[in-house]
């Protein structure tokens, strides 16, 4: 059976789960793309796929198929993907890794995306993220994250509160400022067994209150004619440089 | 004089200039935002600055007012800058110096951006653009190289003829693959001095054709779950290491 209506609930449902206010509510969100929508099957996350017409099942799962509007409706993006996914949110972890990356108001969900992305690939633990930053759940995040955001464990915490914590359990907090401080290049290996890094929003960095809680302040040396680096790239090479 | 007619002649050619076949055709764009604007006075690049009636003129040089009207017309941006500037494309420099970024198709006008303002920051000198690498007046790139487009040298060329030509001169060619060839870390001083590094497309990655002039490929070492990073990212990451 195809769903063609609008009305339809399930199609209603996966509507309103564009905006942050259904996804807290229902604690789900959709997953656009087949890439993605793998990453989500490995995990065990998917409630059940959403398949445009005459596509056939990528592999063994609860599904439903509906028309080529309905996918158009339900999509966040100018060209729709053939694939969705309805899965449930994150259970938070208990545990926090040694290597730990604190988000405080990251406001694009591109960048979120991007920094999730690279925190996988250079062997972050936990991330933690403010109660200011962009929803993880997003499309536009989920999409940046490659499905990299189904294999990292992620929370939502206070930062200030998180500091404290972090700083009673001995880990070194690092701070960043664009040119005063120490040269992320000069780390020793022992500096980067364990740490938490912080990051500040795009536009301000670090806030008074957060800097104050960082041990030290990294810093990516460059051109002198250049002030900053796009906020993806400069955590990417921060967390480059941490994981080598 | 505040210009508020949508017939007025400068006003029609600064609406014309949000298209590439304008910008093409009268050599000239258009830049938004105070802070690229006045990368572009450094660099003696602007014709007459574009204000918004009751701004300020925030330093010497021919202007026009026109309405907040106007402004938006002539804006690609959702909140348009109240301060923008018409100036003169670049000339292509004759010579190309040691440190060479030859871009092969890059797509979007984000990435771009963002690629150039990491080559300047990492001590990039000449930027080759492929002719399907996408336009750098596009509005977007110029807002993500942050005015940094304004200090670098920048030419369009056919990639393969380029790459032939580095390499009568004595570059060694490096291209990118994601898993197999040279770990970036590995490189010596003697490989960083002068080199031309080649980015395929977003996509594709490098053409065959292209990287059968490579003499050796760079990786980037990282987490086996994750695939590829962002090429911002990516780029950057290659840029940074060759930099140091």
């Known amino acids: 059976m195809v ?10 449902k996966y509507k309103k789960l564009k905006k942050k206010k259904y996804r807290d509510l229902y604690n789900e969100f959709i997953v656009e793309g087949l890439h993605s929508v793998l990453e989500a099957f490995r995990c065990g996350m998917i409630i059940e796929l959403i398949l445009e017409e005459g596509e056939d099942l990528p592999f063994e799962c609860p599904y439903v198929y509906v ?15 053939k694939v969705m996914a309805l899965c449930k949110r994150f259970e938070e972890p208990e545990e926090i890794g040694d290597k730990v990356l604190v988000l405080d108001g990251i406001q694009d969900p591109g960048n979120l995306g991007t920094i999730i992305r690279s925190a996988k690939a250079f062997n972050i633990d936990t991330i933690v993220l403010s109660d200011d930053t962009v929803d993880l759940y997003n499309p536009k995040v989920i999409r940046s994250t490659q499905g990299m955001m189904f294999h990292i464990s992620i929370i939502r915490k206070d930062v200030v ?25 000069t780390l020793t290996k022992r500096d ?36 900053s680096l796009n906020v993806g790239v400069a955590v990417s090479i921060l967390l480059y440089e941490l994981g080598n």
């Open 3 to 12: 769903i063609s209506s609008l009305d339809n609930n399930k199609v209603k």
């Open 192 to 227: 980067k067994n364990k740490y938490a890094l912080v990051i500040g929003n795009e536009g301000n960095g670090l806030r008074q209150s957060v800097n104050m809680e960082c041990d030290k302040n990294l810093y990516i040396k460059m051109n002198d004619k250049v002030e």
């Open 67 to 81: 028309t080529k509007e309905i996918i158009s409706k339900i999509s966040s993006m100018e060209t729709p993907s």
């Open 161 to 185: 509160t998180m500091l404290k914590v972090l700083k009673n359990m001995k880990y070194p907090i690092y701070g960043t400022n664009v040119r005063s401080g120490t040269d992320v290049k």
